[in-house]
């Protein structure tokens, strides 16, 4: 059974083995992998695996789909045959995340899904929805489910209410179509307008171009005439919160996702608008059930931007190092 391992620090770290067929126990199920979607933390960990803590060897991402192949003793919500995605952490079956699910998330503190065949928990894995291929599942599990985590879960998010999203990576796109979804207006920010033009169809109410508007959170409240964004869903990189701040209205919700966002941030706005800002790490089982459900419902499409074969693996991440991509790059096998 193949397999990639981060050996040391950069792509160039990774290397593909062969590893003994893994064997699912009790309460585990195998799952033979047919695509693996990629996050910038996976690139992050690859980059510098010994300052994140990582025990090397360690099977990279988050993010997989595929068929389970058997299961172990005592399994009962899936069965072999059944087309299912992984949990980005393998813990955390419901309510508020603790110590124990932060333990468990794939191609960190444990293995994740670049390989073959896995063996993941029974509640580590959901079914995946019925009308995507396994390309397009694998795109779900950390980003479809942060931005699902981000709105739905944390924002109640309504009907008729604006959504800043910033730039045209996987959590921002699914923030876009999850409030087209809702019934919300999605404004998107991006200093690309080749991108921009790429994502037209995707519904966005309105868009600005970071690269002629580098006052973007100024002309965010043009578009709300003064009053702000009811939430943002912050993903950008140093610097991009205090404007994001700037652009929600008083009393509104900044959802703080991942590892990009940062920057200093004086407090004060935060204050004085009575702005809710709540730091978003993926999500639960439960979370993803529902938001698989929805997704069926709405037939709603990810956006791929490329897929690259399994033996071009590291491609896939230097693919995304350029971050060039609008949407996600996945690997098939």
């Not at 179509?177 to 019934?183: C, P």
């Not at 009811?230 to 008083?250: C, K, Q």
Request: aromatic residues 4%; contains cysteine; proline residues 6%.
């Amino acid at each position: 059974m193949r397999a990639y391992e981060i050996r040391s620090g950069g792509i160039d770290g990774l290397a593909l083995v062969e590893r003994a067929r893994p064997q699912p126990g009790p309460g585990e199920v195998l799952v033979r992998i047919a695509a693996v979607s990629l996050n910038y933390r996976d690139l992050a960990i690859l980059r510098d695996p010994l300052a994140r803590g990582i025990a090397l060897p360690r099977v990279p991402c988050s993010d997989g789909a595929g068929e389970v192949l058997a299961v172990g003793p005592g399994v009962t919500r899936v069965q072999p045959g059944d087309r299912v995605i992984s949990c980005f952490f393998q813990a955390w079956t419901a309510g508020p995340i603790g110590p124990e699910a932060m333990a468990s998330a794939l191609g960190g503190p444990i293995d994740g899904v670049l390989a073959e065949e896995v063996v993941l928990r029974e509640g580590g894995v959901t079914l995946a929805p019925s009308h995507l291929d396994f390309t397009e599942a694998a795109t779900l599990p950390c980003a479809a489910l942060t931005a699902w985590h981000a709105l739905v879960e944390s924002g109640r998010l309504r009907p008729g209410e604006t959504v800043l999203c910033l730039g045209t990576g996987g959590v921002s796109l699914f923030a876009l179509q999850i409030a087209r979804l809702v019934g919300a207006q999605p404004i998107l920010v991006s200093s690309s307008p080749a991108k921009l033009e790429r994502i037209a169809d995707l519904g966005a109410a309105a868009t600005v171009d970071r690269s002629t508007r580098p006052d973007w959170e100024k002309a965010v409240l043009e578009l709300t005439r003064g009053r702000g964004v009811d939430h943002v869903v912050e993903v950008g990189g140093g610097g991009t919160l205090a404007r994001s701040i700037e652009a929600t209205r008083i009393g509104g919700h900044v959802a703080l996702i991942g590892i990009l966002a940062g920057g200093a941030v004086d407090p004060t706005p935060i204050m004085r608008k009575s702005i809710r800002l709540q730091g978003i790490y993926v999500g639960s089982r439960a979370m993803q059930e529902a938001m698989v459900r929805a997704f069926e419902a709405a037939e709603l499409r990810p956006v791929v931007h490329r897929w690259f074969r399994f033996e071009e693996a590291p491609d896939a991440f230097r693919a995304l190092e350029r971050a060039e991509h609008v949407g996600k790059i996945v690997i098939e096998l």
